[in-house]
């Protein structure tokens, strides 16, 4: 991914994006393994956040050791690769950032990892956990809540599912930035004993 911004918000580093996802095409090209089910196939191209589903946005918070906020950000959006005319749109709708470029920015994001599931009908949730190493030498930790509505849900997501974000490479040259990422979506088996009876839409991984 190659982003030109004509701007950047003082106290915001745009090497945040990956923790927060605000570009969904990142997500949508992992690669599956063993008959995991990626947001691509499950949705079937067409998916959003916030957009769809009232009151359902992304949210992702960062914070260092001492548990001070470093980022706090909430968006919303839409993404269709449907057709010819594929777009991703991404909003940042509330929030508010410390991390400023050469000074206490993104300096390293070792690979990182999270949890997906069906949720409910035409909703897949993902929650992910990361650290990041800072410009300044200090850490930084977070979590992400993605809740995709997937309008036209094509396949259904078996069970539980690993996200698993295996390389993060960027650079920032001014306001330009270069990004790659390799990621990949793998089984999480369902406990020997399936104790839940809740009707919520969920599909059990067959054997």
Known sequence: MEVAFTSLPDGWDPRTIVLMCCDRALVMASREVDGAVSIRRASGGWLSIGRHLHDGGRDSVM??????????????????????????????EAGVSHLRPGRNGIAEIPAFDGVMMQAGPRLVTVST????????????????????YLPDQAVPVPYFQILRVESVTQELDGNRLYSRVVSSVLPLGAPQEDIVTAEAERVIASV
């Open 63 to 92: 914070y260092d050791d001492a548990g001070q906020i470093l980022a706090h950000v909430r968006a919303t959006s839409e993404t269709d690769f449907r057709d010819a005319k594929r777009f991703d749109r991404s909003c940042i």
């Open 129 to 148: 956990r990361f650290s990041a190493t800072l410009e300044d030498g200090t850490a930084m930790y977070g979590r992400t809540f993605y809740p995709h």
